[in-house]
């Protein structure tokens, strides 16, 4: 089995033992049925985590995101669709599937990055009074390396990042702090990650957040990242948040400034338990990248 084949089957394998644990947490819940969100399901945009709120959405809801981005440097436009999928299997537990295909369509159009992410999120302790939210999560990625070397060869990273929240009477406060180990031709490569985002709730269902973010350098894997965001979001549901906003850089030999546009829903309770849900906050963050 060749080297390539050989790290797509432990990938595979990987994804597989996931899976099955996934699929043991799910069929161990009683038989119930699904249902459609209503108004006290939130919506809790999260996409990439770079500042996400500690929260998930209720034991057996399916989340998605999904946005369109466009990075400026120099002349050099590069388009993207991100996505996001999560289900919280329980009240503590997430899971977590993305992706970001990346293209260059200001010169030959060509792919330039293609990813995959896998993980589960943890909320351990819930707010109250001065005590914050905090949850943890561990997710796997594969990163096609084609934009750093011509032979298409695949780099693979491991991630842990840390979610604080707290709400401050009409201040919203998200803190995340992360550690990504890439590998590359078997080279290690660790790259940390800081962010803090603000926001605040608007008459009309409105919302704005601002919020600062850097990555240390993890090249040629991931190149040194960071920037001052700030966006616009409408809900004209709990459980439906649109957003619109961009970035300026901090360094601007990555790049000069990005715009994005997202959609974050609650798409389906596939067990619709009858519970009280906690309200939420409607305007948490927008979909960032």
């Not at 399916?62 to 329980?90: F, H, Y």
């Not at 601002?210 to 965001?229: I, M, N, R, T, W």
């Not at 994005?260 to 798409?267: H, K, P």
Request: a neutral charge; aromatic letters at 10%; charged letters at 20%.
């Amino acid at each position: 089995m060749s080297p390539r084949r050989a790290r797509s089957f432990r990938l595979t394998r990987a994804a597989g033992w996931l899976a099955g644990i996934c699929a043991c947490l799910w069929t161990s819940r009683p038989a119930r049925a699904a249902g459609l969100p209503d108004e006290t399901y939130h919506a809790l945009p999260c996409r990439p985590t770079i500042a996400c709120t500690a929260d998930i959405v209720p034991e057996g809801s399916i989340e998605i995101e999904v946005g369109v981005l466009t990075k400026a440097r120099d002349t050099t436009r590069t388009s993207s669709m991100p996505w996001l999928i999560k289900l919280s299997l329980l009240a503590e537990l997430q899971l977590q599937l993305s992706t970001n295909s990346a293209y260059v369509t200001s010169d030959r159009g060509t792919k330039a990055l293609d990813d995959a992410t896998l993980g589960l999120k943890w909320n351990f302790l819930a707010q109250r009074g001065a005590i914050p939210e905090v949850s943890i999560s561990a997710e796997f990625s594969a990163i096609d390396s084609s934009s750093i070397q011509a032979d298409r060869r695949w780099a693979y990273g491991g991630q842990v990042i840390g979610y604080v929240t707290k709400d401050f009477d009409w201040l919203h406060a998200d803190l995340n702090l992360g550690l990504n180990q890439w590998w590359l031709d078997g080279k290690s490569i660790t790259q940390g990650l800081a962010a803090l985002a603000l926001s605040v709730e608007l008459p009309a269902h409105f919302g704005v957040m601002l919020e600062h973010y850097q990555f240390s350098d993890a090249a040629p894997v991931a190149p040194k990242d960071g920037g001052v965001l700030a966006a616009l979001t409408y809900s004209p549901k709990p459980y439906v948040t649109l957003d619109l906003g961009g970035d300026v850089a901090t360094y601007t030999e990555t790049r000069a400034y990005s715009l994005f546009l997202g959609m974050t829903f609650i798409a389906i309770d596939l067990w619709d338990s009858p519970r009280e849900h906690t309200k939420k906050t409607a305007a948490r963050h927008p979909l960032r990248f």
